[in-house]
């Protein structure tokens, strides 16, 4: 709570303080909460590092603490997500067992929760009626409430699945092998190969192919792309799909 108050008094913006300014706010600090605070162990653990009569404040900490203005005000709803998460290592919950944990944490802390800010902080992921399995039970031909209707699902978001399918333009991506290049090439989702479609193991394997064989003069023939998309009996599959 100290460090978190000193990087609010520092301002973000900022990452130094006068020496003076941290001595005002820490006897300050102690006199107001009737504690003593050991700078020491910010100092040894490079928190804070004390230069020429200045405190400064790394730029990692701070961005660290960036959103304690932002949630200073829900000091015990943080302090319940991490009664569940840390002493009971809950990491899946239903709606009406979270009820009756927050309606515990009040009466056991003596304290009102703020039900609302808990319920829409991004802290909780909630998959309401299951509506995401119950997409999938439909696509599988299964019964949902025979198989899953007692289940829990929780959405996973995979951050960074989605970054190749972005979109671009052409040059915003690099050629397997630049032009030119004598010892350089790139490979992975992330080259351009015209005409291939990406997030799939034919295409790290091809933007491969493309490197070694150009440097290390290769004859030998890159498997063609087949345009799967113009063919006339793949297009009359999809058309008697879309009708089914």
């Not at 944490?105 to 299951?130: A, H, P, Q």
């Not at 019964?143 to 052409?170: G, Q, W």
């Not at 933007?207 to 799967?228: G, K, S, V």
């Amino acid at each position: 709570m100290f460090f978190a108050n000193i990087l609010l008094v520092s301002n973000y913006s900022q990452s130094v303080i006068s020496e003076r300014e941290f001595l005002i706010f820490t006897k300050n600090y102690e006199k107001q909460n009737n504690t003593n605070v050991n700078t020491k162990i910010l100092f040894s653990k490079f928190w804070l590092r004390k230069v020429l009569g200045k405190v400064y404040l790394p730029s990692l900490i701070r961005s660290t603490a960036l959103d304690y203005n932002k949630y200073s005000s829900n000091y015990n709803e943080l302090l319940f997500i991490r009664h569940l998460t840390n002493t009971l290592k809950i990491e899946s919950i239903s709606s009406n067992d979270l009820t009756n944990h927050i309606n515990n944490y009040d009466t056991n802390e003596n304290v009102i929760l703020n039900r609302k800010w808990l319920n829409e902080s991004y802290f909780f992921k909630r998959s309401d009626n299951n509506e995401i399995l119950k997409e999938l039970c439909g696509h599988l031909k299964f019964d949902y409430d025979t198989v899953f209707a007692n289940a829990i699902c929780i959405p996973c978001r995979m951050l960074y699945i989605t970054s190749m399918f972005m979109p671009r333009k052409k040059g915003d991506r690099p050629l397997s092998v630049p032009k030119n290049s004598k010892n350089l090439a790139f490979v992975s989702q992330f080259v351009e190969i015209p005409g291939d479609v990406v997030f799939t193991v034919e295409y790290s394997i091809r933007a491969a192919q493309m490197a070694f064989y150009e440097f290390l003069d290769i004859d030998l023939e890159i498997p063609p792309i087949i345009p799967y998309d113009k063919n006339f009996k793949v297009k009359m599959k999809t058309i008697i799909k879309s009708f089914n």
